[in-house]
């Protein structure tokens, strides 16, 4: 005969030790701190002996005894396993959704235009964007799974590389000079739109550094556009209102079409952050996140 009457308990216990804190805890299980608290006294009741070693400092102020971590795994895939029957007992035509969140312009260059090759495959799978600028916090379950920008490197999440990125130089179409090549001379004369996004490690250029890089004999002009927001530079770059130095993957679609052209593709600049795959490690466990995970990550040789 199985006893589940500690079934909650167990929940606290696993959440908490996760979360470092039975704070994060309470906010995943939607109670208060010194409920989840409550619930793992009971289980420290039960068993005999504590199952945390608290500190008063640090952001990890709860650390499983030795004890509890060697159940932790078990506990966690049954609890997986009682979610994954729940869904069962929903019926076939009960539908999975992942909560999928990346910027708004990797969203709409990139992502958008895949996502239709994810539905054939996993027709049973809704997929739900949360297009923000803002960075979501995977590890307390504000969205699934995500797409970052970085040096690859985030507390909380595992991270999956998909694919590099370069800077690259662009204007729209209608800006080309009919009666002359495109120069780096010619680009230094032109309405220069700077991005002021800060890029903290990633070697982003400034327009005096790739003019440099690309040969140009001059200073670029004074002045020019200076937008803080990188969706609003390639807005402006589509709007004609400019050249722009762009990250390449966000302009993808702009490029297949032709509103946008790749000036001096000879000038390479590639950068050090690159995009990866994110997702917290309990998320994983769920089917149909780990299923976009694996299409996604598939995407990474089709950039």
């Not at 920008?149 to 800006?175: D, P």
């Not at 299923?291 to 040789?301: C, I, P, Q, V």
Request: contains cysteine.
């Amino acid at each position: 005969m199985r006893n589940l009457t500690r079934l909650r308990s167990l929940q606290a216990l696993e959440a908490s030790a996760r979360h470092g804190s039975f704070v994060g805890a309470a906010t995943e299980l939607d109670v208060t701190p010194p409920a989840v608290g409550q619930l793992v006294r009971s289980l420290e009741d039960w068993v005999g002996y504590p199952l945390f070693r608290r500190s008063r400092s640090g952001a990890e102020r709860l650390t499983p005894v030795d004890e509890a971590q060697d159940a932790l795994e078990d506990i966690a895939q049954g609890l997986d396993l009682l979610e994954s029957g729940l869904r069962k007992l929903r019926g076939r035509k009960a539908r999975s959704v992942v909560m999928v969140t990346a910027s708004q312009a990797l969203v709409a260059n990139w992502l958008i235009s895949r996502l239709e090759d994810f539905s054939s495959a996993y027709p049973g799978i809704d997929v739900r964007l949360d297009v923000s600028d803002r960075v979501i916090d995977l590890a307390q379950g504000e969205a699934d799974i995500g797409i970052r920008c970085g040096l690859g490197s985030w507390k909380g999440v595992r991270s999956t590389f998909l694919m590099g990125e370069e800077i690259i130089a662009v204007c729209h179409n209608r800006l080309l000079p009919a009666d002359r090549d495109v120069t780096a001379g010619w680009i230094a004369e032109q309405t220069l739109i700077h991005d002021g996004t800060p890029h903290p490690g990633g070697d982003f250029p400034s327009w005096g550094e790739w003019l440099a890089r690309a040969g140009a004999n001059q200073a670029p002009a004074d002045g020019g556009l200076k937008i803080n927001s990188t969706a609003a530079v390639i807005h402006a770059a589509v709007a004609a209102r400019g050249v722009a130095l762009v990250r390449k993957a966000l302009v993808a679609q702009e490029l297949d079409s032709g509103r946008l052209v790749h000036l001096l593709p000879e000038v390479r600049w590639p950068v050090k952050w690159a995009y990866y795959i994110v997702a917290a490690p309990k998320a994983l466990r769920r089917h149909e996140v780990a299923a976009f995970h694996d299409w996604l990550a598939g995407r990474s040789l089709q950039r």
